[in-house]
């Protein structure tokens, strides 16, 4: 049995420890050094190559390396198998500190701050409580409704977005199209976790960001694509809009000559909201190579027809 991996090279070292350290005898095959392509049963990978999956004859079953899988959907000769993706309590719990981290620092005012330390300006903000702001979380899923949670625990109105409605103690749920307005409308600051589909490509636009609360911030760890850039920095620039932090971007990593680099109002993050964690990761990949050569069901499995 064999797995193959492609992975960030960075990354590669701590993956091949890990599936060393609880399973000694499976055979990893680090991409592009595959040997002969009909030994591969399951490929473990981030953004793989257009048309490459397609070319192991005995693959059984995909594994992505992230929660999200646009990265696969990319490839147009991708093989009608199963595919999973990660969900995961450390994928989540780091997730959550990231977007509890940065709706506190658009709540507590920080890039102001920030801007007035620069002009040795000794100034108090008005300072709303948390019950006076209201989170917008579109995306209620796995992340989603994790962060909704806990940001409603620090005493934040939420409100959430999804395809379908949602039931989530203290925070109400607004879901599909026809909901997308009001919810926006409400939206002090929006959090994006959505996945990347053909319906939420572009699903943040100029109407989008009209329709936010003057003053609005913006954190988004979902996908760049789901973004229209020209239309974020126009409703940054135009004072509608107070501060965006960004982790997702449409080319990543962002070219050195992207206004958002330079823009004061904008805060870039590397992709590094969340992380992989291989302690549970490669558990999850285990199992799953055990139920697919069982014929069992597989764990955290994409439905292939929403894309997510
Ligand atoms: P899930 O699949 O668990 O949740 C997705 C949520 O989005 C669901 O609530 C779903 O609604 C909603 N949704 C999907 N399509 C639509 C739509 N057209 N309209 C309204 N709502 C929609 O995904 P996760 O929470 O695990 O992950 C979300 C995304 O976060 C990933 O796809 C990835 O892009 C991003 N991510 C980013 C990371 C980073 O480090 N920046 C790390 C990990 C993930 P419903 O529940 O009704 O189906
Ligand atoms: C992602 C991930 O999907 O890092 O972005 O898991």
Redesign the pocket.
Same mark, same amino acid.
């Given at each position: 049995m064999v797995l193959m991996m492609k992975s960030g090279a960075a990354r590669i070292p701590w993956w091949l420890e890990e599936f060393k350290r609880q399973a000694p005898d499976l055979k990893v095959r680090v991409w592009p050094d595959v040997g002969d392509k009909k030994d591969v049963e399951f490929a473990f990978v981030w953004a793989p190559d257009p048309g490459d999956m397609a070319t192991y004859p005995n693959l059984k079953a995909i594994f992505s390396m =992230?929660? &999200?899988?646009?990265h696969l959907f990319k490839d147009p000769d991708l093989p009608n198998l199963p595919i999973t993706?990660?969900?995961d309590i450390n994928?989540t719990r780091r997730?959550t500190e990231?977007i509890v981290l940065q709706v506190l620092r658009h709540h507590r005012q920080q890039p102001a701050y920030d801007a007035l330390q620069r002009e040795s300006k000794w100034q108090e903000l008005k300072q709303p409580a948390a019950d006076q702001r209201t989170v917008g979380m579109? =995306?209620? &899923?796995?992340?989603?409704?994790d962060a909704a949670k806990k940001l409603s625990g620090l005493g934040f109105n939420v409100v959430g977005?999804?395809?379908?409605k949602?039931k989530v103690p203290k925070v109400k749920s607004y879901?599909?199209?026809k909901q997308f307005n009001k919810f926006l409308s409400l939206s002090e600051i929006l959090v994006c976790?959505?996945?990347?589909?053909k319906?939420?490509e572009n699903l943040l636009d100029k109407d989008a960001f009209a329709m936010l609360p003057k003053g609005a911030s913006f954190v988004n760890?979902?996908?760049g694509e789901q973004v229209v850039d020209a239309d974020l920095i126009a409703a940054l620039d135009s004072g509608h809009m107070s501060h965006a932090t960004l982790?997702?971007f449409r080319k990543e990593p962002l070219p050195a000559d992207h206004p958002y680099w330079s823009n004061p109002k904008v805060t870039v993050m590397p992709?590094?909201?969340?992380?992989t964690d291989p302690r549970t990761v490669v558990s999850q990949v285990l199992e799953n190579m055990r139920r697919a050569r069982a014929g069992e069901p597989l764990l955290n499995t994409v439905d292939i027809k929403?894309g997510?």
């Open positions: =992230g929660a &999200g899988v646009d993706r990660v969900v994928m997730m990231f579109l =995306g209620m &899923g796995a992340l989603g409704s977005w999804s395809r379908t949602k879901a599909g199209a976790l959505l996945p990347l589909t319906e939420t760890a979902g996908r982790d997702v992709h590094v909201a969340s992380y929403l997510y």
